[in-house]
Structures are given as C-alpha cells and as structure tokens.
C-alpha cells in the first residue's frame, strides 16, 4: 500500500514536497514514479527512478522537480520547486511494475496540488 501526502494550495513560485510512504513493498528495490492528471487531461508521468538513482523526468519539470526516496524510512518524495499554474493536479506515486508504461505494482491515493497565479 501507498499513503501519500504533502498537496495543498500554493502560490506561483512556491515549493512543495509531496510524500509516499509505502507498506508491503519495498521502495528501493523497485523503480517508483510520481504521476499527475489535471482536470479533462490524461494521466502523466513527471518523474521516476527506474534503475538505481537515475533519474527521468517530463520535459514541463526538468530543473524544477526532483524525485528521491529514502531506504531507511521506505518513502519517495518528489520536491518540487518554482510552481507554476500549470502544476495544479492530482499526484499520485506508483511503486514498482513498468512505471514508464503506467502499469506499477501499486498506485498511492492521490493527492492534490493547486497553484495559484
């Protein structure tokens, strides 16, 4: 299971890091991802980890999101920073699978980002 955390509403400019603390996976030992979906838009993938620490990310979040996770605390965050309006979505994580192909083992709840202009 997924629990994730951390939206909420912010202004243009600003920073949030949204959370996912897992439970019956193991987070390091499988490739994680942080997903968005705006309202009458499909679902798409903003950053993952597919092997080891490298790092992929959507082309609208390069230089401004980082996604990271933590062994000790079995958790992925993503930080994201500089928030535009058009960051406003439901993020959901996802944890092992094909991440790349939207087919994880498990899907977090979703938890929504509004940023204001």
């Known amino acids: 299971q997924l629990q994730a955390s951390g939206g909420g509403l912010v202004q243009a400019g600003g920073s949030l890091r949204l959370s996912c603390a897992a439970s019956?996976?193991?987070?390091?030992?499988?490739?994680v991802g942080w997903y968005r979906q705006a309202p009458g838009k499909q679902r798409e993938l903003v950053a993952a980890?597919?092997?080891?620490?490298?790092?992929n990310y959507a082309d609208s979040v390069k230089g401004r999101f980082t996604i990271s996770r933590d062994s000790a605390k079995n958790t992925v965050y993503l930080q994201m920073d500089n928030l535009k309006p058009e960051d406003t979505a439901v993020y959901y994580c996802a944890v092992g699978g094909s991440i790349l192909a939207s087919r994880p083992y498990s899907w977090g709840q979703g938890t929504q980002v509004t940023v204001s202009s």
């Open positions: 019956k996976i193991i987070v390091s030992a499988n490739a």
């Open positions: 980890m597919i092997s080891g620490d490298r790092t």
